[in-house]
């Protein structure tokens, strides 16, 4: 799969096979594609692809980052305990109000607010299978994330909390206030691509590591 959405962040634009056994010139014909669009981009590869491929990224003078944990969750048990949180409201919000999913996550994440705002606008939140939350502390948002109901999967999203206010179990509150959610329209199982930070806070919540793959992003 290739996709572009627009943003300037190099994971929200790039290749992503599925497959381990692949063609180099049919990934190198898509990151043209991508490329061609002048956003930063990215290239994700399963463990187990072909070498040359690594070798393909590096020649275009793509960068390897930290391997991205793709990682799954079946079984809800600690959800439930997880999102009582002290004080922390945690509430889904209407598409009109996208635009502070936006903010809080850009805050959450250390990225400029106008690229959140252009991802995260009142038709993507509108969109059928789409929650959005916001995790208030006193009324004052502290933390946000999005969850994607297709079938019977949950994805989980853009969970971001003020730096502020980490390591109070903000970040897993609403991981799994979305996860619950998607279960009860449906879904059977949940996946998210975790950050290092947040790999052991998934777990914790029973998520598994499925694979870690490898990331490559443009220089520009």
């Keep these: 799969m290739a996709a572009v959405t627009g943003v300037a962040i190099p994971t929200l634009n790039g290749v992503w096979p599925?497959?381990?056994?692949?063609n180099?010139?049919?990934i190198a014909e898509m990151l043209n594609e991508v490329a061609e669009t002048g956003v930063p981009h990215c290239l994700q590869l399963r463990p187990g692809t072909s070498q040359a491929l690594s070798m393909m990224a590096e020649a275009r003078g793509m960068v390897r980052q930290e391997p991205e944990p793709l990682m799954v969750l079946e079984d809800p048990v600690h959800l439930d305990a997880a999102q009582a949180v002290g004080r922390l409201n945690i509430r889904q919000l209407d598409p009109a109000h996208a635009s502070l999913h936006a903010v809080t996550a850009a805050r959450g994440f250390g990225a400029?607010?106008?690229l959140f705002l252009q991802l995260m606008t009142p038709a993507?939140?509108?969109?059928?299978?789409?929650?959005c939350y916001?995790?208030?502390?006193?009324?004052?948002?502290?933390?946000?994330?999005l969850g994607v109901t297709l079938g019977d999967f949950v994805g989980i999203f853009n969970i971001a909390t003020d730096p502020n206010h980490r390591g109070q179990g903000f970040g897993a509150a609403v991981t799994a206030r979305a996860v619950i959610d998607g279960m009860n329209d449906g879904a059977t199982w949940s996946y998210l691509q975790s950050s290092p930070s947040g790999y052991?806070?998934?777990?914790r919540l029973g998520f598994t590591a499925l694979e870690h793959w490898n990331c490559w992003v443009s220089a520009t």
């Design 200 to 203: 052991g806070v998934y777990l």
């Design 134 to 145: 916001i995790g208030e502390l006193d009324g004052r948002a502290v933390t946000t994330g």
């Design 124 to 131: 993507v939140v509108g969109r059928p299978g789409v929650r």
């Design 112 to 114: 400029p607010e106008e």
């Design 24 to 26: 180099e010139r049919h």
């Design 18 to 22: 599925e497959q381990v056994e692949l």
